[in-house]
């Protein structure tokens, strides 16, 4: 099924995240004018572990970095993944990966 066909809300998020895969995701990235990289994808299955696992958690940058540290090739810093995610890790990844928008307020 393609990204077309799916249930979105009104600020283009899926509505059920199991409609989701990996070529869902390409599309989206194409919509947001992302290049998916190893890196991006290894953003993508953290946050949608967290959220399907972690009681819908939805983590800040900061705990992202925590989080994926260990997984990472190099240092990893917030900012390498506003290079991946240039309108913000947490919504726009969030949205490729599939997942409900963030309520979160930016700055913390």
Same mark, same amino acid.
């Given at each position: 099924?393609?990204?077309?066909?799916?249930? &979105?809300? @009104?600020?283009? *998020?899926?509505?059920?995240?199991?409609? =989701?895969?990996?070529? /869902?995701? &390409?599309? #989206?990235?194409?919509?947001?004018?992302?290049?998916?990289?190893?890196?991006? #994808? +290894?953003? /993508?299955?953290f946050l949608?572990?967290? *959220?399907?696992?972690n009681?819908?958690? !939805?983590?800040?940058?900061?705990?992202?970095?925590?989080?994926?540290?260990?997984? =990472?090739?190099?240092?990893?810093?917030? +900012?390498?993944?506003?290079?991946? #995610?240039?309108? @913000?890790?947490?919504? !726009?990844?969030? +949205? /490729?990966?599939?997942?409900?928008e963030t +309520? &979160?307020? @930016?700055? *913390?």
């Amino acid at each position: 099924m393609a990204l077309a066909d799916l249930e &979105r809300d @009104g600020h283009g *998020y899926l509505v059920d995240l199991n409609d =989701w895969n990996e070529d /869902i995701a &390409r599309e #989206f990235a194409e919509e947001e004018g992302v290049n998916l990289t190893e890196d991006s #994808f +290894k953003l /993508i299955a953290f946050l949608r572990e967290e *959220y399907v696992n972690n009681n819908a958690n !939805q983590p800040n940058e900061r705990n992202m970095v925590k989080g994926l540290k260990d997984d =990472w090739e190099g240092k990893l810093t917030t +900012k390498e993944l506003y290079t991946l #995610f240039p309108k @913000g890790p947490a919504k !726009q990844a969030g +949205k /490729i990966a599939g997942l409900p928008e963030t +309520k &979160r307020k @930016g700055g *913390y």
